[in-house]
Nanobody
Framework: QLQLVESGGGLVQPGGSLRLSCAAS????????IGWFRQAPGREREGVSC??????????SYAESVKGRFTISRDNAKNTVYLQMNSLKPEDTAVYYC???????????????WGQGTQVTVSS
């Protein structure tokens, strides 16, 4: 079974940046669509960004709340998907998860393999 590991979370001041990583071993992540999701206390998990597989042309999508601030990308040599987060706001505070499904991005309930999550806290 595909196992994903997130890293890169932490505490950052408003306006700061973080880069989250989603890595896997034993599988080639380029064969999968990778989504980033987040869940804040008391709220439902929501989609943040997604990148389709290489065969799916690597199409990217973003939630309206993060457009222009977050960028999703792949490094196939490192078998890793990144989420670069700039101009962070307190409302970006959440546990961030990456998840995988075949080829194309889709709704959250269509992602079968999930990482354990990494905490992002934006606070002064």
């Amino acid at each position: 079974q595909l196992q994903l590991v997130e890293s890169g979370g932490g505490l950052v001041q408003p306006g700061g940046s973080l880069r989250l990583s989603c890595a896997a071993s034993g599988v080639t992540l380029d064969y999968y669509a990778i989504g980033w999701f987040r869940q804040a206390p008391g709220r439902e998990r929501e989609g943040v960004s997604c990148i389709s597989s290489g065969d799916g042309d690597g199409l990217t999508s973003y939630a309206e709340s993060v457009k222009g601030r977050f960028t999703i990308s792949r490094d196939n040599a490192k078998n890793t998907v990144y989420l670069q987060m700039n101009s962070l706001k307190p409302e970006d505070t959440a546990v961030y998860y990456c998840a995988a499904r075949s080829n194309y991005c889709s709704a959250i309930n269509h992602f079968a393999s999930w990482g354990q999550g990494t905490q992002v806290t934006v606070s002064s």
